[in-house]
């Protein structure tokens, strides 16, 4: 009789593989190498993957060339890095994964900019894609590969037949058939986090803003900003809908496709406020750049319940350097964490992760002080969506010194701050009720 396999943690040791290259030529074909490996960056580093580093490509995640890039392979026999005529391949990972390693590549100087997407090394090992990233978050809200295109479809011409002098309801139907965003799909199928985009402008000018790029940024912004200001009765018309249908219910300010939220605060004040004396239930929570302080006490006392700070660093000059703050400052911004802490609200970082630049011991002491200052509560791991190149030009120079990966980076902060989560989405919160 053949022996019983152990399924035990042993089984799950089992060694990863090392991915070899993958190189795409001009017509898009994508092949792996026959002896090289895959490389990645982290920082200005280039390397092998840790084995902790690379995991199977998860569904939902797309990969293509790099125009005007190089692939970069190791040669295992020559322990060399060799510069390949192919072009270079990477991988954009679907939500819920955070990048531990970029793509490697050589740039041709007159290389277009890539647009405002991350870029995940990619190889390839025993008949899979390999990808270095890391599942961070187990929540289903972005994963649609197993629903009908057509419940979607159906759910938002329900919502504008429902809801016909709604123009936020029309709004983001729009934004669920034609740009396929996944908030926006989440309403029409009436699950988990309601989207309440509003504000038309914005108090800072992000490098990688994805509704707003100057003329001659070189990328595109992939989102068109709301053209209107909705009024209270538009946004909890939606509110109460989406309450009745998702009974652990998340309402989010702060989208995409619009500016800063915090610019309308009063608006959200009133909406929520209005929202809980009619009884709405379920976790309101502004994703914001938390630049106004004096908005955290009015917002928690009309029943808001978390905020999510947008933060490429703990640190005032790469901080800067990214947002680019018109009407306030990186000071602001750590006062909103007080504020916000003082009056009770859940605090998330929407930590923008690029490697080699955050899991770097100075960022990292800058954290463990912003964390045992303010006491905030959960980091969502989120991917810096940027130019590697322009990043590393932008930010590298406010990142000093080696990386220590991803994982160490996490371990050692939970290490030090028990109380801290982490993921990759506004967590539910239960039922708070209406504010202090
Ligand atoms: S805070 Fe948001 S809307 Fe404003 S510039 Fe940055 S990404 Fe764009």
């Not at 002896?35 to 982290?42: E, G, H």
């Not at 309601?194 to 070189?218: D, F, K, M, Y």
């Not at 219910?249 to 929202?275: H, M, V």
């Not at 994982?407 to 989405?425: I, Q």
Request: hydrophobic share 35%; charged share 25%.
């Amino acid at each position: 009789m053949p022996p019983r396999i152990h399924y035990g943690p042993r089984m799950a040791k089992r060694e990863k593989p090392r991915p070899h290259l993958l190189v795409a030529d001009r017509d898009g074909n994508i092949y792996d190498h026959p002896d090289l490996l895959m490389l990645c960056r982290r920082g200005e580093e280039m390397a092998l993957p840790r084995p902790d580093e690379i995991t199977p490509l998860p569904p939902d995640s797309e990969f293509f060339m790099l125009p005007g890039r190089l692939a970069v392979g190791f040669d295992p026999e020559t322990g060399e890095l060799e510069v390949m005529e192919e072009l270079a391949v990477a991988a954009f990972v679907c939500p819920a994964h955070t990048v531990t390693g970029v793509a490697a590549y050589a740039e041709d100087d007159d290389a277009p900019a890539l647009p405002l997407l991350s870029y995940a090394a990619i190889g390839y090992a025993e008949g899979k894609f390999w990808v270095c990233s890391k599942k961070v978050d187990e929540d289903k809200r972005q994963v649609f590969s197993n629903i009908d295109p057509e419940r979607i479809r159906a759910g938002a011409h329900k919502l504008m037949k429902q809801f016909p002098d709604n123009r936020l309801v029309r709004h983001l139907a729009g934004c669920a058939l034609n740009y396929g965003c996944p908030a926006a799909k989440n309403l029409a199928l009436g699950r988990f986090e309601c989207p309440l985009p509003t504000a038309r402008t914005c108090n800072a000018r992000c490098v990688g803003c994805i509704s707003h790029q100057p003329e001659g940024s070189g990328f595109p912004s992939p989102q068109e900003r709301i053209a209107f200001t909705p009024t209270v009765e538009e946004i909890v018309e939606i509110m109460l809908h989406h309450g009745k249908r998702e009974k652990r219910a998340i309402y989010s300010f702060g989208q995409g496709c619009e500016g800063e939220p915090l610019t309308n605060w009063k608006l959200l004040a009133d909406a929520t406020r209005n929202f809980r004396e009619r009884g709405g239930k379920g976790t309101v929570n502004v994703n914001t750049n938390a630049s106004l302080p004096e908005a955290m006490e009015p917002l928690a006392r009309a029943g808001v319940n978390s905020i999510r700070v947008s933060l490429n660093s703990a640190r005032k000059d790469p901080y800067e350097a990214y947002y680019r703050p018109v009407s306030y400052c990186f000071e602001d911004v750590q006062e909103s964490i007080h504020q916000a802490k003082k009056h009770g609200l859940f605090v998330s970082l929407n930590y923008l992760f690029f490697p080699g630049l955050n899991d770097t011991e100075e960022e990292l002491k800058t954290l463990h002080a912003l964390l045992e200052e303010t006491r905030l509560d959960f980091i969502q791991l989120r991917n810096l969506n940027l130019d590697p190149q322009l990043a590393l030009e932008l930010l590298g120079p406010h990142f000093p010194g080696p990386a220590m990966g991803l994982n160490n980076f996490r371990k050692r902060l939970r290490k030090t701050h028990d109380w801290l989560r982490f993921g990759y989405f506004n967590p539910y919160l239960g039922d708070p009720g209406a504010g202090e």
